[in-house]
């Protein structure tokens, strides 16, 4: 029989030799939980850089788009009150999560060739989805599916969009102003988006368009109605009416400024005044929010609807059973994170892929004199040079005797990547203060035989104006603003080159002169143009 010193040796060798293996591999799990969690972060840093660097350069330097600071931090915080019905339903991982990770791939592919920002932001949303379906499973991701698709109300509107409602609202807030006005009796008259007052006049301008009180407002409107135990219904009244409110409440802000003009001067319309009354104005629209919640909850019999976040929650689970190593380790979310690790490579190449423009000649010598039309060159201002982003431009006006003049203006782009690419001029016209009147497509004769243009009828006051404009995409001449988009796209793919051009002609619409009349002008000049813009924008 074996010594009872000895047995005691023994079993406690036989006890340790576990404890050791177990210390072991401690590290060696503990680094593969790590890279499974810190590897796709940094991956999804490094390829969206560019994107998350844009929509933070917004939200700190254009106010209509600065809640956006705010929206991650509310969408985290209504994750975190739906924790524990979060983990309760992670049984196990979706392979679903794949199919969202390649929708934001290929999102990602499209932003990057056809030059949309808002693509790359959807993309970047698609794959921090599909990591969540292929880690915690579809039925547990439904759970918070409010605060994920509440962080898409940071994207910002695509350019041209934001252009045409920022004009719209424009001319809508400078009546709904002078409306303000001639009800308590001061005499005012809309030119445009210019409000006379007689000695002073006030240019609604962009930043005045209400976008920055319909924006926050309506993502505020859209949060209390998620928040709002009530019917559905009610809640989707709660949201659309954020959009009349801000509209009425800018309308009576620029009255109300026209108000303080009128009695103070110019000085009440800029600076300390101007930014108090919109601070004034925007609480005064979340009171209205507010008080509407109050009066949706009075009609009808209330009735509890599903669990919401406004709701105790019960205290978190300890951190011990939460299966959270298992939920990084499923094959479904390791696949997942295998094929995030491939979008470096894609990146590169895309990033790096090299537009080859063909060789032109500079808008420096388009001549000022062809088929009996006689030019004047003029310079663009600086602010707008910045804006259009343009590589070259030609702006002038042509005559011929006995004749209005044409306005020519051509913007080419050798490259159109990422917020350097035509500017419609749908979008542009309404900051003038002009009001669209009819927007039709004609035929133009070109090199290639008949081709579109946009034939746009404009109006400021008694001043009327047609414009024709079309796009010259390489060998292309097109008129549809996202049909432009589709071609860099092909053409970025097939050709690696994207570059092109924006032709917009204007002419005045005399008085006595028909539309069709002004029409033959603008045709007729295009027509003597086309030969000479190959050399200037090639095919």
Not at 243 to 257: A, D, K, Q
Not at 316 to 326: D, I, K, Y
Request: charged share 15%.
């Amino acid at each position: 029989m074996r010594s009872t010193p000895e047995l005691a040796t023994k079993t406690a060798r036989f006890l340790a030799e576990p404890v050791a293996s177990v210390s072991a591999a401690a590290p060696t799990r503990s680094l593969a939980l790590g890279l499974t969690v810190l590897l796709p972060v940094s991956i999804l840093g490094l390829v969206f850089t560019d994107s998350v660097a844009y929509m933070a350069d917004l939200w700190l330097t254009d106010e209509n788009y600065g809640h956006g600071m705010l929206v991650p931090l509310i969408s985290l915080y209504l994750i975190w009150q739906q924790r524990r019905r979060l983990m309760e339903q992670s049984r196990s991982g979706s392979w679903w999560g794949l199919i969202w990770i390649l929708l934001g791939a290929a999102l990602y592919v499209v932003g990057e060739l056809a030059t949309v920002y808002q693509f790359l932001h959807v993309a970047l949303w698609c794959i921090i989805v599909g990591l969540l379906v292929s880690a915690l499973g579809a039925r547990a991701v439904s759970t918070i599916a409010f605060p994920l698709g509440f962080l898409l109300t940071v994207v910002p509107l695509p350019q041209f969009l934001y252009q045409g409602l920022s004009g719209k609202l424009q001319l809508i807030s400078s009546a709904l102003g002078v409306g303000c006005l001639q009800f308590i009796g001061i005499t005012a008259f809309r030119d445009g988006n210019v409000i006379d007052l007689g000695p002073i006049q006030l240019q609604v301008v962009d930043a005045c368009s209400g976008l920055r009180y319909l924006f926050p407002l309506a993502t505020l409107a859209l949060l209390c109605s998620y928040l709002f135990r009530e019917r559905l219904w009610k809640r989707i009244v709660l949201f659309i009416s954020s959009i009349p409110i801000s509209i009425l409440l800018n309308g009576f802000r620029i009255g109300m400024i026209g108000v303080l003009v009128e009695h103070f001067g110019q000085g009440a319309a800029e600076g300390f005044y101007h930014a108090f009354e919109g601070w004034v104005l925007f609480m005064a629209s979340l009171g209205l929010l507010l008080a509407e919640m109050f009066v949706l909850r009075k009609i009808g019999a209330t009735r509890v609807t599903r669990d919401t976040p406004s709701q105790p929650q019960p205290e978190m689970v300890p951190p011990a059973s939460l299966p959270s190593r298992a939920i990084l380790l499923r094959p479904t979310y390791l696949y997942s994170v295998g094929l995030v690790c491939l979008l470096p490579f894609a990146a590169t190449e895309l990033t790096e892929r090299g537009d080859v423009p063909p060789v032109r000649q500079p808008f420096l010598d388009f001549p000022m004199q062809f088929k009996g039309w006689s030019g004047t060159p003029f310079p663009l201002e600086g602010r707008y040079v910045e804006v259009l982003k343009f590589d070259d431009y030609v702006l002038a006006d042509y005559q011929q005797p006995q004749s209005a003049a044409v306005n020519l203006y051509i913007a080419y782009y050798r490259s159109q990547r990422k917020g350097q690419s035509a500017h419609s001029p749908q979008s542009c016209i309404p900051g003038g203060g002009w009001e669209i009147g009819t927007i039709e497509t004609v035929q133009l004769d070109s090199a290639a035989g008949q081709a579109p243009a946009n034939r746009v009828s404009i109006q400021k006051g008694d001043q009327r104006q047609l414009v024709l404009y079309w796009f010259k995409q390489r060998h292309r001449i097109v008129a549809n603003e996202y049909l432009v988009k589709l071609y860099v796209l092909w053409d970025a793919m097939t050709r690696q080159r994207t570059d092109g051009a924006l032709i917009r002609l204007t002419t005045p619409i005399q008085q006595n002169e028909s539309e069709g009349a002004a029409e033959q002008r603008l045709l007729h000049f295009a027509q003597d143009m086309n030969p000479i813009l190959t050399r200037y924008v090639p095919d």
